[in-house]
């Protein structure tokens, strides 16, 4: 049954105040719930923790200069009798005479006496009258929250009633927000299921939302410390004798808080969980609670989970007026929808007919439905709402637009060349294996080598980039009507994923962030390893060509320099790396220190490393982009896959040079099921690898975990694989690989490129 259909269950407005504010909720204990210096001290004194107060401003002539200098660098500003989140202000760094606020708003210390005089003056405050300013500390959200927002603090609202919660919601900031966990001003406030603390849906502005704004689903997040959160919001009910209470608390990574107690608690929490409120208050009304531990087993009890498939089977999608669909066809191919309610049929441009019947996924919902060939202004396809039945359709519902076919003469060049500099920025400062590469490489081979019965231990890099500000600088990036656009949102997403995935390395969740970075080893993809080594590795033969120094491999590195004019990169040697060369975007190659090589695997490096990555790094710096120099979104399979051609095409022998890439498909497919030990050994056995190889293989695969003897891979290096197999189906299209060595693009961009006509010709070519 619909949710508004349970209109007896839902507590409006008046039977709140009526049935239950006046009945339960005394003078003295709204009095005392709405002053918030009062209830932090009481709260603190009885164990319950509490952020932190630094200073009570009381009058004007207290907020001199001095005071403000005086203030931490990161605290918030709150009216001690604000309601609804009203007057909050969350300073989260000092630089120079500014402050930074949460959404990244710069402000002097004029802004700050301004807001902190119109606190005083009752701006914010209950009653309108006077009031007084608290400066607290800023609290830090538990990591878990990372998945669902990277600004601000949520938190929690549990709504208590004879000591049994009996309905709670997860309120949750945004940059539409600008930080605030504020329902009215755009937070998301999630539904949780009483029995498992988990999420069950969620809503915005009172519409329902499957997605939070960064792609989660808005279902099955698990709200850590649940226990802890019931038992807090009975505890402070039994302490403060507030019969109809609302509790706001928070989760830091040092376990609950409080951050406020409410005696006139709002109803959209039951928007949120899609549960009327009164109904849940008189299942409780006069069951008899003794204890804190009693209301909470009360509550579990009677408000146990549902079953997932049923909320997922009843919830219909969301789509707004305008919406991007996907024409389910042989090439799919994004088109432009717009939704008409009074239309009769459904209509879509000759461009994309494909016939009567139209194929579409909408919202992640497959549908068919019947279609006519027409005009269309303004979109390619119209969808008649009458075919629609199993969508809400919301029309204040925020569009995000496909990117525009052609150049339009409207276009702002300027702006988006502030945004090619902006995300080049952002992520020539995200060296995402500087991270992920284990720092203790030597110290676990040597210990493994001579003990290979227990997986080794890696330890990383320290995170020592502000990653919060640089996912801010990506999200707000401007709208532009430009052909480029696509290839910079697309690019910006890859950016938050590698920031993710870097922030995980280490916790149980990096394998699930790598498969979204680089994509998963599939089962066909591990079959295709399978047969490739099972066609080649009886012929393949071994490399016997002659040993290669490091000092004659740098000779012979600078001379291929030299002679393709490249005398301005640097070649430098480095302690530890997982490769004997590495190619970087700062003109230098690094080769590791002691390295040797095989004068046949030299030469395939020198076209795999230079005569690929280097070439076409040097060709992207000709554009009138960027990008073209970083990469775009997805760049580097095939990348690797020209590599891998270039150096197959030597025809040298190459031993496992040669069969390498589908080695590391099966040993990342398999680490996702085996320990390293364990790995290495199956490797060794069943391929005769030598200790080495099998090393490098289980390090690929195991990097970015702590304990490798864990279950999880990283991900990134079946490209090698899966990109030269991209390349091979390219070059039977086409004579040559030169279209690719435009810049470091993916073979997608080509169709964009095409529209760009002061692209230069690359330069450098094999």
């Known amino acids: ?51 932190k107060i630094y200073q009570v401003v009381q009058k004007h002539n207290e907020l001199t200069s001095d005071f403000f200098d005086s203030l931490p660098n990161s605290f918030v500003i709150k009216p001690n009798r604000g309601y609804g989140g009203a007057g909050i202000l969350v300073i989260v760094q000092k630089q120079g005479r500014f ?38 500390e800023r609290l830090e959200p538990h990591p878990d929250f990372r998945k ?20 709670a919601m997860l309120r949750v900031p945004t940059y539409e927000s600008e930080g605030k966990a504020n329902m009215e001003v755009g937070a998301v406030a999630l539904g949780i299921d009483i029995g498992t603390g988990k999420t069950i849906g969620g809503a915005q502005y009172s519409h329902y939302i499957r997605k939070m704004p960064n792609g989660q689903p808005t279902t099955g997040f698990q709200v850590p410390f649940w226990d802890e959160i019931l038992y807090a919001g009975s505890k402070i009910q039994q302490s403060t004798h507030i019969g109809f209470l609302g509790v706001d608390l928070v989760i830091t990574k040092t376990g609950v808080k ?42 579990k009890t009677l408000f146990s989970p549902k079953a997932t498939t049923e909320t997922e089977s009843t919830q219909k999608p969301v789509i707004g007026i305008r919406e991007n669909v996907i024409l389910n066809a042989e090439k799919p191919q994004t088109l432009q929808a717009r939704v008409d309610l009074s ?26 439905i019947p279609v006519q060939k027409g005009t269309v202004r303004d979109a390619d396809l119209i969808l008649a709402g009458k075919f629609l039945t199993d969508f809400y359709i919301d029309p204040n519902k925020k569009h995000t637009p496909q990117g525009p076919s052609v150049v339009t003469s409207h276009v702002d060049e300027k702006m988006i060349r502030n945004i090619d500099d902006k995300i080049c920025e952002v992520d020539e400062q995200i060296k995402l294996l500087s991270y992920i590469n284990p720092r203790n490489l030597e110290e676990q081979k040597r210990l493994f080598l001579e003990n290979p019965e227990f997986s080794p231990r890696f330890s990383y890099r320290e995170q020592d980039l502000d990653f919060s500000v640089l996912k801010r ?10 052909v480029l656009y696509p290839l910079f949102i ?9 920031i993710d995935l870097i922030q995980s390395v280490g916790s149980e969740d990096f394998s699930d962030f790598s498969k979204r970075t680089f994509g998963n080893v599939s089962d066909r993809m591990y079959r295709q390893a399978l047969d490739f080594l099972k066609k080649y590795i009886d012929q393949n033969k071994d490399d016997i060509s002659e040993e290669v120094d490091l000092k004659q491999a740098k000779d012979l590195l600078w001379e291929f320099l030299k002679n393709h004019k490249l005398s301005h990169w640097k070649i430098k040697e480095i302690e530890e790396s997982v490769s004997d060369i590495q190619v970087t975007k700062r003109n230098v190659i690094l080769l590791k220190k002691g390295a040797r090589f095989q004068e046949n695997r030299l030469k395939a490096l020198l076209v795999h490393e230079i005569g690929t990555h280097v070439f076409r790094f040097e060709n992207g710096k000709l554009q009138p982009f960027r990008i073209f ?57 069943t391929y005769q690898l030598n200790d080495d190889l099998a090393w490098r293989l289980c390090v690929k695969a195991k990097r970015g975990l702590t304990d490798s003897g864990k279950l999880g891979a990283f991900t990134k290096d079946h490209i090698y694989f899966s990109g030269h197999r991209e390349v091979e189906k390219f070059m039977k299209k086409e004579e040559t690989l030169e279209p690719l060595y435009i810049g470091k693009i993916k073979i997608e961009d080509l169709k964009i490129l095409e529209k760009i006509e002061n692209m230069k010709p690359p330069k450098f070519l094999l």
């Not at 951050?259 to 409780?284: F, Y």
């Not at 390498?660 to 099966?666: D, E, H, T």
Request: one cysteine or more.
């Open 148 to 167: 669902l927002s990277d600004i601000g603090l949520p938190d929690i609202r549990v709504i208590v009633f004879n000591m049994v919660p009996v309905l």
């Open 629 to 685: 120099e970083r990469g775009t979104a997805g760049y580097l399979k095939i990348e690797e896959g020209i590599a891998i051609w270039n150096q197959n095409n030597l025809g040298l022998e190459l031993g496992d040079k040669f069969l390498k890439p589908a080695y590391q498909v099966i040993a990342i497919h398999l680490a996702k099921k085996m320990s390293f030990c364990d790995l290495f050994h199956f490797l060794k056995d």
């Open 343 to 368: 239309a009769e049929e459904n209509t879509i441009t000759s461009r994309f007919y494909t016939g009567s019947i139209l194929d579409v996924s909408l919202a992640g919902k497959r549908i068919k």
């Open 473 to 482: 600088d990506i999200k707000r990036l401007p709208e532009v009507d430009h």
């Open 1 to 51: 049954m619909s949710f508004f259909k349970k209109a007896a269950g839902i507590l409006g407005i008046n039977s709140r105040n009526l049935d239950y504010i006046a009945k339960y909720n005394s003078y003295a204990n709204k009095k005392f719930a709405d002053n918030k210096i009062f209830t932090k001290h009481f709260l603190e004194s009885r164990g319950i923790g509490v952020a």
């Open 258 to 299: 409080v951050l406020e107690i409410n005696a006139r608690s709002g109803l959209k929490i039951q928007i949120a969980n899609k549960v009327p409120l009164k109904t849940r208050l008189e299942k409780v009304t006069d069951v008899k609670v003794l204890t804190p531990e009693d209301g909470v087993e009360v509550a």
């Open 490 to 498: 697309e690019k910006a997403r890859e950016i938050e994923a590698k």
């Open 99 to 136: 402050w930074v606020t949460a959404s990244g708003k710069k402000i002097d210390q004029e802004f700050l006496y301004r807001h902190c005089v119109a606190i005083l003056d009752g701006k914010y405050s209950i009653s309108g009258m006077y009031d007084q300013v608290i400066f607290e």
